[in-house]
């Protein structure tokens, strides 16, 4: 009640938004997540949330230096070295037969298309912006599991999904108006395609170990980006210390650990859950934008982090009484 009557008077005029209610705002939103999710897997996602949504700020940062492919093959490889060591100790995990290894190739080459895209996108628009359209992929997930996954979506689930997107829109509302239409398209197809690798996965390939599929999507990515960046002429690295660390942190923080964590919780969890309660990410992302690109907080954003907190409270709810 206290946050509701706190909006109300930002959206009216009479008080300024600040950081510390979107951090009460995430805090409510995490205990409603925490419901639906057992502890170790609820510390996973904190985790996850963290890196992901500080990711977005890194990336751009990084964009600013080099053109999208010759980022995302640098991520791409230090991702795969930074994985090898673990990945040989455990490689008799690796499912041999050619079913798995053809299913892990086909989602590997959705995956990689995916973050060229998203990748893509996110060079014309902001990191807020960018989080926003790519965490639409719940949406996409909610309906893609419907009628692959046998996943029933009730009434109170669908608004629940809706008011989240609504949210997450809402959240760089006043910025809309600044972006291309091909920008936002892209990131858009970015989002639905990984939707598309999350209930793949969901179907096919979760009895294989999370971190050898990992492996595998950012191993197999290095060939098609090795041999695009090779055709556009672009095979420089950039002799700054602020991009290393960026390539670093994408690297290690966002795609190794991440997306470990990412497989292994769609592995565990039920996908809608998990997909809606990474509504939270975006909101993470603008108070990294925040902190470290210096974009503003605008009562838009409070309205709809209020929306995001609302949506991912009636999904968990909703799973809460169907199990």
Not at 127 to 154: D, H, R, W
Not at 224 to 239: D, E, I, M, S, T
């Amino acid at each position: 009640m206290v946050i509701y009557k706190y909006y109300s008077k930002v959206i009216n005029g009479k008080e300024q938004p600040n950081i510390q209610t979107l951090s009460i705002t995430s805090h409510i939103t995490v205990k409603q997540t925490a419901k639906n999710m057992k502890s170790i897997n609820l510390l996973l996602f904190l985790l996850l949330a963290i890196l992901w949504g500080t990711g977005w700020s890194a990336t751009k940062i990084a964009l600013s230096y080099v053109p999208s492919p010759v980022f995302m093959l640098h991520r791409f490889i230090f991702s795969t070295i930074t994985m090898s060591p673990v990945f040989l100790a455990i490689r008799k995990r690796v499912q041999g037969d050619t079913k798995t290894l053809k299913r892990l190739l086909l989602l590997c080459a959705i995956n990689t298309f995916g973050v060229m895209v998203t990748n893509t996108g996110l060079e014309g628009e902001s990191s807020g912006i960018g989080a926003v359209l790519t965490y639409t992929q719940p949406l996409f997930v909610s309906c893609l599991a419907v009628p692959f996954l046998g996943e029933k979506i009730n009434f109170i689930k669908l608004i629940g999904t809706i008011l989240g997107f609504i949210g997450v829109i809402l959240l760089f509302l006043g910025k809309i108006h600044l972006i291309t239409l091909i920008s936002p398209l892209l990131l858009i197809l970015g989002a639905f395609l990984w939707a598309v690798t999350v209930v793949y996965y969901k179907r096919f390939l979760s009895y294989v170990d999370s971190f050898v599929t990992n492996f595998f999507q950012w191993a197999f990515g290095i060939i098609p980006l090795g041999a695009l960046n090779l055709f556009l002429g672009r095979h420089f690295f950039p002799q700054e210390p602020m991009y290393l660390w960026m390539v670093l942190y994408t690297s290690i923080g966002s795609a190794t650990i991440g997306w470990t964590i990412w497989l292994y919780l769609l592995s565990r969890e039920d996908v809608t859950v998990v997909s809606s309660s990474s509504f939270l990410i975006p909101l993470i992302a603008m108070f990294s934008g925040w902190v470290f690109l210096k974009e503003n907080i605008s009562a838009e954003s409070l309205l709809g982090s209020m929306l995001v907190l609302l949506g991912v409270f009636l999904v968990n709810k909703s799973n809460k009484c169907n199990r």
